[in-house]
């Protein structure tokens, strides 16, 4: 016999259990070792918290992760907030995260430090790629905010130092949400400046929390990939951030940052001072030791002995000059008479006399073929007119005179020579003496 029960099903006795614990275990704080950590394409994070007696399973849903800075890492002792709930599916209590952070270091010095230990494999700090700043820039870029202390000190400092310096401010928000992308930003759009030469990127001083846009990786990927030197200048002297680092150079404070990029101008002018004194004394001393040497070098024998080479010299020119005019001369003379013989012997045999001899041959040529041409035309002219008239006597329409006329089938346009040619009711074209006519053909006979 069946006892007739009120039973559960499995989803509802789950629900029920799962009512009771979240309305128990609502917002409550939780501490352990974080292990089996597992970070699915999804972007949600599934680990296990645990002590030395106990487990609990726990879930960080992606869209929380946005307010934790570092990385859960397994090994690492936690503290979290979040609901007990029920994993209906395998009817398992598990832990839902919504805040965590580690215990005994602050959640953002572990991010600093995870994200300082990422970029540092990556080459993001290596020396080598770090470039020189401009010691006399023309024009500097910086981004800061525009109404904090670090603009108002580094305006100061070059305005005292090099007042002609132009300075392009990006202005930007230095901490809150958001602060790390506008900074990132602000530094793409001054390095599209083709004539900024150095950029300062600069904020004062403040707890991690105040200065922590100046450690998100957006920035830093910003300093790396800019074409224009960088200079970090973030806090105080004691404070480091991750622009610090990836910068071509750091400086421990906004006003050092400005004496960094840009020398004193009364130190160069008195460089310079000091320059041109050194070199003009150079110049002098290099003359003197000259004068000396050629005043010596003229009193000398062998200063003597060479004036007299170079007058001899000159003498043996002026004679290989002489002689060379007068061959020059006497060789032009020599040409001369050549030309004056030849032009003697081309004068008997001018080609004009042959010319003038041969023209006239050619008028009588030309007078005799005219005559032969003349009488040779008028025979052929005859012969061609008697042709003509054969030819005249022998054409059909001179037959056609005489009342004959020629006849033509229509529509082949065939010659009719013989009766049988014609068609009774058939069209004929005939051809007269003068015009012509279309007729049709009422009948054929052989003989009419």
């Keep these: 016999m069946t006892m007739q029960v009120n039973a559960y099903s499995i989803s509802q006795i789950t629900a029920l259990i799962r009512e009771r614990l979240e309305e128990q275990f609502f917002e409550v704080w939780v501490k352990g070792e974080v292990s089996d950590l597992k970070m699915p394409s999804s972007g949600h994070a599934y680990f296990i918290l645990k002590d030395s007696a106990a487990q609990l399973r726990c879930v ?6 946005r307010f934790i800075r570092f990385q859960p890492e397994n ?7 979040g609901n007990i709930t029920v994993y209906d599916r395998r009817g398992e209590y598990q832990f839902v995260c919504d805040y965590i952070e580690p215990l005994g270091f602050g959640s953002l010095q572990i991010a600093f430090d995870q994200l300082k230990t990422r970029l540092a494999k990556e080459g993001l700090f290596d020396a080598g790629r770090k470039r020189l700043i401009p010691s006399w820039p023309k024009r500097i870029g910086i981004v800061t905010s525009p109404t904090g202390a670090a603009i108002r000190d580094i305006l100061n400092v070059l305005t005292r130092r090099f007042a002609s310096v132009q300075v392009l401010i990006n202005p930007v928000r230095v901490q809150g949400e958001g602060a790390g992308k506008e900074i990132a ?16 990127v600069a904020r004062g001083g403040g707890s991690i929390e105040d200065l922590w846009a100046f450690n998100e990786e957006v920035v830093a990927r910003a300093i790396y990939s800019c074409r ?6 973030v806090g105080h002297e004691i404070d480091y951030t991750i622009s610090d680092f990836v910068a071509d150079l750091r400086a421990p404070t906004p006003s050092a940052a400005a004496e960094l990029v840009i ?7 008195e460089h310079l001072r000091v320059l041109h ?4 004394k150079a110049i002098i001393h290099r003359i003197d030791m000259d004068r000396t040497n050629l005043m010596h070098f003229a009193g000398s024998r062998t200063f003597r002995n060479f004036w007299s080479v170079i007058l001899q010299r000159q003498e043996h020119i002026d004679d290989y000059e002489i002689r060379l005019c007068r061959s020059f001369l006497q060789y032009i003379g020599r040409l001369k008479e050549k030309i004056e013989h030849g032009e003697r012997l081309l004068s008997g045999s001018h080609p004009a006399k042959k010319i003038k001899g041969l023209q006239s041959q050619l008028d009588t040529q030309k007078s005799r073929l005219e005559d032969i041409m003349c009488g040779g035309t008028q025979e052929r002219r005859q012969a061609l007119s008697a042709c003509m008239a054969q030819i005249d006597s022998l054409s059909p329409l001179n037959v056609l005179k005489r009342g004959y006329s020629l006849c033509w089938r229509l529509p082949d346009e065939k010659l009719v020579r013989r009766w049988t040619d014609l068609n009774v009711g058939g069209l004929v074209r005939l051809r007269f003496h003068e015009g012509g006519a279309i007729c049709e053909v009422k009948g054929k006979a052989k003989q009419i």
């Design 60 to 65: 960080l849903f992606k869209g929380n992760q």
């Design 75 to 81: 090994g690492m002792m936690v503290v979290a907030r």
């Design 185 to 200: 930003d602000a530094i793409k759009e001054l390095e599209d400046q083709h004539d900024i030469e150095v950029i300062i």
């Design 228 to 233: 224009v030197p960088v200079i970090s200048a």
């Design 263 to 269: 020398q004193n101008r009364e130190q160069l002018e």
């Design 277 to 280: 004194k050194g070199l003009m």
